[in-house]
């Protein structure tokens, strides 16, 4: 089963530390994907965010968020799991 949220970013980066840090603690399973690791995967972070180029990429199924706010996210989370 495909999971609902998939975070690119940087450990170094507090932002993303902050969104997996929210995730964690309500118990959300998340993919993480560094970009600091990988080069596809940035590539493919840029490419969701439209070559933004910031931290962290999250995508809620199908919903690209950039930089988020644990509010923003948590509604894009409420948002998905309602259309299940």
Same mark, same amino acid.
């Given at each position: 089963?495909?999971?609902? @949220?998939? @975070? /690119? ?7 993303? #530390? #902050?969104? !997996?840090? /929210?995730? &964690? $603690?309500?118990?959300? $399973? /998340? ?6 690791? *990988?080069?596809? $995967? !940035? +590539?493919?972070? #840029? +490419?969701? *965010? ?6 962290? @990429? ?8 950039? &930089?988020?706010?644990? +509010? &923003?996210?948590?509604?894009?989370? $409420?948002?998905?799991? +309602?259309?299940?």
């Amino acid at each position: 089963m495909a999971k609902l @949220v998939d @975070v /690119y970013g940087k450990t170094t980066c507090q932002d993303t #530390n #902050n969104v !997996r840090g /929210y995730l &964690e $603690e309500q118990g959300f $399973e /998340y993919g993480w994907h560094d970009i600091e690791e *990988s080069q596809a $995967e !940035r +590539d493919h972070a #840029n +490419d969701l *965010s439209n070559g933004a180029n910031r931290w962290p @990429v999250v995508l809620v199924r199908n919903i690209v968020l950039v &930089e988020p706010s644990t +509010d &923003e996210l948590a509604k894009a989370i $409420e948002t998905q799991d +309602d259309q299940e």
